[in-house]
C-alpha cells in the first residue's frame, strides 16, 4: 500500500476531518482513507451511469444485436 503526505493543508480543513474522526471514534487517517475511498466509489458510479447512457443512446438508435451463439453453435453442430 502507498503511503502520502499532504503538505500544506488548510486549517480548517485538518480540523473538519478531525473532529469528524473524532465523533465517529476513528483516526483521521482513517476517515481520510475513507472520505477517499467514498469519492471513488462515486466516481466509479458516475462513470458507469454514463457508460449506461451511452449504451442506452445507442441501443435506441441501432437496436440491439441478436446473440450470434446459437447460429455459430448450429454451424459447428452440423459440421460434425
Do not use: C, F
Not at 480540523?15 to 482513507?33: D, H, P, V
Amino acid at each position: 500500500m502507498a503511503d502520502v503526505k499532504i503538505r500544506n493543508l488548510d486549517d480548517r480543513l485538518h480540523e473538519t476531518y478531525r473532529r469528524m474522526a473524532e465523533a465517529a471514534g476513528i483516526s483521521l487517517e482513517e476517515q481520510l482513507r475513507r472520505v477517499l475511498e467514498a469519492h471513488v466509489q462515486q466516481e466509479r458510479a458516475a462513470l458507469v451511469d454514463r457508460l449506461q447512457a451511452g449504451l442506452d443512446r445507442m441501443q435506441e438508435k441501432y437496436g440491439v444485436m441478436e446473440e450470434s451463439w446459437p447460429g455459430i453453435r448450429a454451424d459447428r453442430d452440423e459440421r460434425g
